[in-house]
């Protein structure tokens, strides 16, 4: 029996324990699980952005830009050194994941000429899944959509977590294909691939490889350049604390950078930028990927969250949402699979990244009646899954064992039964 004082136990000897003091908590009631969706807000940013305000944009106005010009480099540059593996001049800071992806895909694609294949999984996030399917059709390609939804093929016993493995994706490997992408982390079932085992089959196929590590950046200890990762992108908005809507990220292999063009050509990317000159003639490195002018304040955002993935480490991070989604099986087990919930995420905790994913028949009305009457913010994916996260930096394990005694508690009362979902918008 797991009780709170061992979850107690764990905070007091959690060598990231200190850090939680480091976030703005305005209730301190409140279980927040939702941290692989926004993270909660540092301390350092609210003075960091108030003092940029003053004396950044407000005094320096445009001379300020001979200090910002490069800054998707340079906080590019810290996303890879604190939460990808990456040496320097292969990350850059911008955009969104969404339209970072569409260019990676199609850069690609493009370096890769004759090859009519690209092939992703139907459990990826939808946003990959539409560009994919976009990109498909604008280039006429044919688009393969591994079968793995748990949604879709509930009995399906080979896709029991929505995990691609080797041998599930050997078979659709071949010489027309030019691109396999798949999620670092399904963001539905908290499944995490072998980052190194399907690149290297992938490129041993002549293909190149895009990972999508939205749900795994600042909470799974990733090393790109030792594993041989050739293209990457993700947020920074979920366990990078860096805000809602903070700019995304791109990773571009050294090895490879030579070889690609982006399909936008920007004048960020230009040689000898502010010559102005009349023909595009892309720079070397990762400038060369960036395509216009970087927001500043979303940088500084991301220089505090990721500042302080560097400092905690992400091997320690990585060591505490492994063993923070251990006690949340650990309370699965104990109170909620009685309830009629079932796991979805793999119990091997290397083989999942902060957060578990739990089905109910009734997890929509459940979800939202946490938030109403238990202050339990957990986080809903349609049309059964509960997904609840540990953020290792400001989540206690006491915060987490708290929020699943709630949702015993809730689930048990059966109060969710009465409730109306007809006016929610965002679940
Ligand atoms: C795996 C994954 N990819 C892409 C996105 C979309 O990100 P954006 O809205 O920054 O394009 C998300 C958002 O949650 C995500 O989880």
Redesign the pocket.
Known sequence: MFTRQDALDLDAKDPLAKYRDSFVFTDPDVCYLDGNSLGRLPKATVETINKFLIEGWGTKIVDGWGEWIDKAETTGDLIGRAALGAAAGQTLAMD????N?YRLVRAAISARPGRKTIITDEAN?P??RYIMQGIAEELGLNLVVIPNDLQEHSTGESFSDELVTSEILKPYLNDDVALVTL?VVA?RSGALHNIKELTDLVRASGALMVW?A??AVGAVDMQFDRDGVDLAVG?TYKYGNSGPGSP?WLYVNKRIQAELRMPIQGWFAQRNQFLMGSAFDQIEGMRGFQIASPSIIGLLCIDEGFGMIEDATIAQINAKASKGTDMMIELFDQWLAPLGYELVTPRDSKLRGGHISIYHPDAAQIARGLRDDMNVIPDYRAPNSIRLAISPLPTSYVEVFDGFERIRDYTQSGKYKDLDLSNVKVS
């Open positions: 969104t994941t969404s339209v992806f996030f946003t990959d999620s963001y999508d939205s749900h947020c995304a």
